[in-house]
Structures are given as structure tokens and as C-alpha cells.
């Protein structure tokens, strides 16, 4: 991996087919892609960019950043799927660079590149790097200011430069996700500074210009937006902040541990690779000196280490632990690489066991909706779908080992374009699959067939963002205000009626009107309103939403 076409197809074409080409072709997802496209479309719409609002009511869970650069992208390239998911595939982009540079400064340029690929092609990054969730931006701009106080202590004459991109990265890291994107960078260069013995270091830290930057950055959404909404501190910093790390306030408790499989099954393929690469790189550790491994272990810890004990746990928050992971993976390769010649011997099977199971786990998970109880597809529709996944492990399974044998170079180059070539075959089926059961994509297209332009259309017993975004109409919740509660309180009394409903005033606002447009998941939701209304229409339907139009009740006996 050395030459300037390599350079090119690690660092930019294969990113840009992984992350960027499959952007149109999978629908919205719910609930998360739909919440972060309505924000930034209404924001559009209603040319407030201060108050982030969903389905207009306040919403401060998440500050704005992402919201903005979405917009940008809306006013662009149109309120469609690419321009949603484009800031967060920007930012996993950026990780993937970032990975490229962290390998050039420790090591060389051959070390960037296979951290930089490994990044590219693991499970977790393509996975959570695609989608329109504030992870990835904060990931990306968290380790950005990580890095940036790194190289600042690491050098011998210290730029202040560097010094400012800390505080800088982090302004913009606050932006993406809050206080987290503060506590972080700042956080892994102190302790990685204690652990080193440099105690006395972390006064340099402190920074007057580092401060105005920051407050440059930052300051200005925070005043304004509190102007404008007093109650903005209480909610955004006590409740969304504290109550939500500490408390079991939204019901995410998960164990200690729950972040341990998630690494193991996010660094897939290549941890299924590490038996044979540990055996045969010659079993020296110390990649990056001291310093180097002190930091990147500082960095992977404190972030696992504050998740875990945390009470509120999901998939997408440890983004920013897989960079040093790649770059400790990338390094590892490239050794095990080095030490290969053509005619290398085989290894015994249990060094390559993990990477033989791993290809016929992959095998099939294509074929898992086949055996599902629910959301089950048929053989007869899915086989088309999944051919070409199922070749491809094949592949994999027998060409890189027969690679490695014949020419000695080229096995890495061959596991990283054939498990990229797998999860662009997969974008089709996945598309295929989820769209009917997590996007709002196929029920607004029912809506906009089937329902007036002038007609409302009510949610009854679920809140699909994504309806709105599709459509270009506000639809009215029935029940499932979820989390626009706190914002809906905020309306006044005849809008909270008007489109935050409880089941009572539903179907008291049945026997007033008739002819009601209502949109239900068809399951006991769907049984329910058929008890409830004598006469129902249905619309469209798949297995998961179904489209009514509902007429006045008639009591019995009436």
C-alpha cells in the first residue's frame, strides 16, 4: 500500500462508494433518521434556526449543529435521503482520514492506510456511519479535539495552534451532542498526561484564547436560544444531561458489560482475523512507544469506561473508541503482511477458525428473514436479494488464504475489497427488507396517493417522524406523544388539542366529524379502532401500517 492509486482508493473511492452511493436507495429510518431530517426541514420551513422543533413543538434534547449542516444540505441538494445522511457520512469520512493521519504521525504512511481501511470496512462504522444520528458528528469532532491536544503535548516546541483546535473541535463537539463533546477531549488529555507522569502539563491547558474560541463557537446558540425559551438550562443541561446519565429515566438500563459484545461485533471482520495476524507479526506490541499506546489506550478507555457505569446505554455512543482500535488493527496487519512470501505456509486451522465461522455467519444472516416469525419474507421473493452476498463470503472464505499462498502480499487488499463488495451487495436486500417495517417511506406514499392534500391524517397509537418529513404534512398524534411531551406542554391549549391527543378525545372528535383520515400500526391498534368504529375504510396497508378512513360511529342500539 504504497503508491498514489492505493492512497486514492482507500482514502477516497472506496469511502465514497461504501458511504456515499447507497445514501438514496434505503428509505428514511424510523425513529431516529425521521426525527433528524423533520427538525431541519422545519427549520427550513419556518427560517428558525434557534429553537430546533419536531412536529412544532420545542425540542432540546440535542443542540443544533447537525440540524444546521442538514438544512445547508436540504437547501442544496433537496429534502431527500442523500442530503439527510450527508453530514453524518461527511463526519465518518473524516474518522477515516483522521485514522490515516493518527498512522502517519506514530508510524508512516503504510500504517495509515491500513488503520484507515480497517476503519472503512468495520462493521460498526459502515453500520452507524450511513445513518442521519448525531453520533457520528460528535464522534468525528470529539476525536478531532482529542487529537488536537495530543499532538499540542506531544511535541517538543508546542504549537498553540493545535491548542486551539482542542478548544475549537470541542465548541463544535458541544454543538453536535452537548457537554459530552467537552468532557471528552479534555478528559482523555488529562488523564493521559497523569498516567504519564506530566501532571504539571495540565496547566497548559488552560487557554484565555482557547476560551474565547470556544465561546465564539458556542456562546452565541446558547444565549439566544435561552431568550428565547427561559426554561432552555433546567431541561437541556439538568434533565437531558445529568438526570438522563444518572437515572434510569428512559428505561435503557443495560449491564456493565453491554458495550463488550458491541466492540467484538463491531471491529468484525477484522477481530475475526486477529488469532492468525497475532501469530504470525512476529508478537511485538509496542506499536507506537509508550506515549503512543498510553494514549490511544487513555482514549478507548475513559470512553468505554463512562458508558458503561452509565445508566443510560445505546449501540451508537461509543463511535469514537474505534479510531485507535483500527489504528492499533491497521499497524497489527500491516506487520502480519510484512512477514508474508509467496509459498507462506499455511496456518493450522485454529488460528483460522474465527474467520471460517465468521464467513458462514455472514452466510447466513441473508438467509434469517427466511426463518423469522415475524416480518417473514419468502423464498420465492428473497432468493434474488441475497445471491450475491452468499458469493461473496464464499469468496472471501476461499481467495484471500489462496492469495496469501500464491503471491504472499495482497491477502489484506483482498479481505478489505471483498467485505466492501459485500456490504455494497448487501444495501439492496437491507433496503428491501427494512423499508416496509422501520420507514415511514411506503405509508406516506399511501398518504399522498389515497388521502386529499387538504385532508389531516392522524397517528393513532404511534408517531412516525418520517410522515411528516415525507409528506409535507403535520400530522396529529394520537397517544404516542413520547418525547415532544415536554415540547407539546409548551403550545398553547387549542394547538396541544388540536394535534396532541389521548385515545378519549380521539374518539370523541369521531362522533363530532366524519370521514377521518387515520394512519395505525396494524396490529391490537388496528383492533382496537375496529371496535371502536362500526364503519372503516381500509386505504393500503402492508404488515406493518395500515391507512383508514374512518366514518362516525353509530352506537348500538341507537
Known amino acids: 500500500m504504497q503508491d498514489r492509486s492505493v492512497k486514492i482508493v482507500v482514502l477516497f473511492l472506496l469511502p465514497m462508494l461504501l458511504y456515499l452511493a447507497p445514501l438514496p436507495f434505503i428509505p428514511l429510518m424510523e425513529p431516529d433518521e425521521g426525527r433528524y431530517s423533520a427538525i431541519p426541514a422545519a427549520m427550513n420551513a419556518t427560517g428558525d434556526y434557534v429553537t430546533p422543533r419536531l412536529k412544532a413543538a420545542v425540542y432540546f434534547e440535542k443542540p443544533p449543529l447537525s440540524y444546521w449542516a442538514t438544512a445547508i444540505f436540504f437547501r442544496i441538494f433537496g429534502q431527500n435521503e442523500l442530503a439527510s445522511r450527508l453530514f453524518a457520512v461527511l463526519c465518518a469520512w473524516g474518522c477515516i482520514l483522521l485514522v490515516y493521519r493518527m498512522g502517519l504521525y506514530f508510524h508512516d504512511g503504510r500504517t495509515g492506510l491500513y488503520g484507515a481501511a ?37 511535541a517538543r516546541e508546542r504549537k498553540k495552534g493545535w491548542l486551539y483546535l482542542l478548544y475549537f473541535f470541542s465548541a463544535l463537539a458541544f454543538l453536535a451532542k452537548g457537554l459530552i463533546g467537552i468532557a471528552f477531549p479534555f478528559g482523555v488529555v488529562v488523564i493521559w498526561l497523569l498516567v504519564s507522569g506530566r501532571w504539571r ?21 446558547l444565549i439566544l436560544v435561552q431568550r428565547e425559551n427561559p426554561d432552555f438550562f433546567r431541561f437541556f443541561f439538568i434533565q437531558e444531561h445529568f438526570l438522563r446519565y444518572a437515572t434510569k429515566m428512559h428505561d435503557r438500563y443495560q449491564p456493565f458489560y453491554f458495550y463488550l459484545p458491541i466492540i467484538m461485533a463491531g471491529t468484525l471482520p477484522w477481530c475475526a482475523y486477529l ?38 446505554k445505546l449501540i451508537p455512543y461509543i463511535a469514537p ?38 464467513a458462514f455467519v455472514f452466510m ?36 484471500p488464504d489462496w492469495i496469501r499462498k500464491k503471491r504472499g502480499r495482497g491477502w489484506f487488499a483482498t479481505v478489505y475489497l471483498l467485505f466492501a463488495l459485500f456490504v455494497l451487495s448487501l444495501t439492496a436486500p437491507v433496503a428491501q427488507y427494512l423499508a416496509p417495517y422501520k420507514s415511514a417511506y411506503p405509508l ?18 404511534m408517531s412516525l417522524y418520517g410522515v411528516d418529513f415525507y ?11 413520547g418525547e415532544v ?38 396490529n391490537e391498534k388496528l383492533e382496537t379502532l375496529k371496535k371502536e368504529m362500526p364503519d372503516l375504510s381500509v386505504l393500503w396497508h402492508n404488515e406493518e401500517y395500515v391507512l383508514l378512513k374512518l366514518s362516525r360511529a353509530v352506537k348500538k342500539g341507537a
Open 444 to 461: 406516506s406514499q399511501a398518504i399522498m396517493k389515497h388521502v386529499p392534500p387538504e385532508a389531516m391524517v392522524y397517528q393513532y397509537g
Open 321 to 358: 473508541v474505534f479510531l485507535p482500535l483500527a489504528l492499533w488493527f491497521g499497524h497489527l496487519f500491516r506487520r502480519y503482511e510484512d512477514g508474508l512470501v509467496k509459498g507462506t505456509a499455511t496456518l493450522p486451522l485454529r488460528y483460522r477458525l474465527t474467520a471460517i465461522l465468521q
Open 485 to 522: 411531551g415536554y415540547g407539546s406542554r409548551q403550545l398553547t391549549v387549542a394547538e396541544r388539542q388540536k394535534y396532541f391527543l389521548l385515545s378519549a378525545d380521539f374518539f370523541r372528535l369521531l362522533q363530532e366529524r366524519d370521514g377521518i383520515y387515520c394512519a395505525t400500526e396494524n
Open 201 to 221: 502539563d495540565m496547566f497548559a491547558l488552560f487557554s484565555p484564547v482557547g476560551i474565547l474560541i470556544f465561546s465564539a463557537a458556542a456562546l452565541p446558540w
Open 471 to 481: 409528506t409535507g404534512r403535520r400530522t396529529p398524534i394520537v397517544d404516542d406523544i
Open 275 to 312: 488469532p492468525q495476524a497475532l501469530k504470525g507479526s512476529g508478537g511485538e506490541r509496542d506499536y507506537f512507544g509508550s506515549a503512543g499506546n498510553r494514549f490511544l489506550l487513555v482514549w478507548f478507555g475513559l470512553i468505554l469506561l463512562f458508558f458503561s457505569i452509565s445508566s443510560s
Open 118 to 154: 480497517v476503519l472503512t470496512t468495520f462493521l460498526y462504522h459502515i453500520s452507524i456511519g450511513r445513518i442521519n444520528i448525531l453520533d457520528m458528528p460528535l464522534a468525528f469532532f470529539v476525536c478531532m479535539a482529542i487529537w488536537s491536544g495530543f499532538r499540542f503535548f506531544a
Open 364 to 399: 447466513a444472516a441473508p438467509l434469517a428473514p427466511l426463518f423469522l416469525r415475524q416480518n417473514r419474507m419468502a423464498w420465492e421473493n428473497w432468493w434474488p436479494w441475497i445471491i450475491a452476498p452468499i458469493v461473496i463470503q464464499i469468496l472471501i472464505l476461499l481467495v
